[in-house]
């Protein structure tokens, strides 16, 4: 079942002895559009600390009752790796968190295997994106020998927001054609599945599905996701709401329009 990561965030994470948190933001890979990381504000309970969660602890998930449980107690989540918000996210946290937690950092890999979801592409970008925390500490000018300015992140530089990313433009081979409305994420191995591009800009109150295997970069600073079809080929794909159900007849119509 697919389910749109806007109506997972504000959820409670439910630890097997109690509330761990709500859950703020989720982090994608931009290399494998998976999710990485769901990050949870734990509130009141610990006050001050917002944790990371790996979606390999997800035991089950109910939108409708406003949870996601996870196997874990809270007391193991109060001894994990703090993760400083005035900080960027580095890779070196990030093996921290998979070590004490035991998890797999390959956990769901290759999980779109062959076929449609074979062709899975990372996306690219000019200048990399500020990590989720401690945006204007990450980035640090330097000069190189030829006095040029450029630019790094201190943080892991494949992960992103879905905060960040939703509302970034959409842009056809031949101009503009919407934005980012949502992501659709397969909860099995929580792979991004589709992409929602809202086209209300240019077309009232279209809504279209896309597969991120068709974006060919991401202009982090401009915010913009360019992908490799045009307009007319947007306007003219099979329309979705968010009332609407992704089943398999409407999975065949959409991969057999895109070819």
């Keep these: 079942m697919l389910n749109a990561l ?20 989720f982090l994608l890979d931009d290399a494998t559009w998976k999710v990485r990381w769901m990050v949870v504000d734990t509130g009141g309970w610990l006050i001050g600390r917002t944790i990371l969660i790996h979606p390999s602890a997800v035991t089950s998930a109910d939108a409708e009752a406003g949870a996601i449980s996870v196997a874990l107690t809270k007391a193991q989540v109060e001894e994990s790796p703090d993760v400083a ?3 960027p996210i580095s890779q070196q946290l990030q093996n921290a968190i998979y070590g004490y ?38 980035l640090e000018a330097e000069h190189d020998a030829g006095g040029e300015q450029s630019h790094r992140v201190a943080g892991d530089p494949h992960l992103r927001s879905f905060k960040e990313v939703k509302g970034y433009h959409v842009e056809a081979t031949d101009g503009e054609i919407g934005h980012v409305a949502d992501l659709l994420v397969d909860m099995t191995g929580w792979h991004v599945r589709y992409i929602v591009v809202d086209r209300s800009n240019w077309w009232f109150g279209q809504q279209v599905l896309i597969s991120p295997a068709i974006v060919k970069d991401v202009d982090w600073p401009r915010r913009r996701v360019g992908i490799d079809i045009d307009r007319e080929r947007v306007k003219s794909s099979p329309p979705w709401s968010a009332k609407q159900m992704v089943d398999g007849d409407y999975e065949r119509l959409l991969h057999a329009y895109y070819a």
Excluded: K
């Design 101 to 138: 937690y035991g998890w797999d950092p390959l956990w769901g890999e290759g999980m779109f295997g062959g076929g449609m979801y074979g062709a899975m592409a990372a996306i690219t970008s000019p200048v990399s994106a500020p990590a989720l925390f401690g945006a204007a500490a990450a």
């Design 85 to 87: 918000t005035d900080r």
């Design 6 to 25: 806007s109506s997972l965030r504000g959820l409670n994470l439910q630890a097997t002895d109690g509330v761990l948190g709500t859950i703020s933001d």
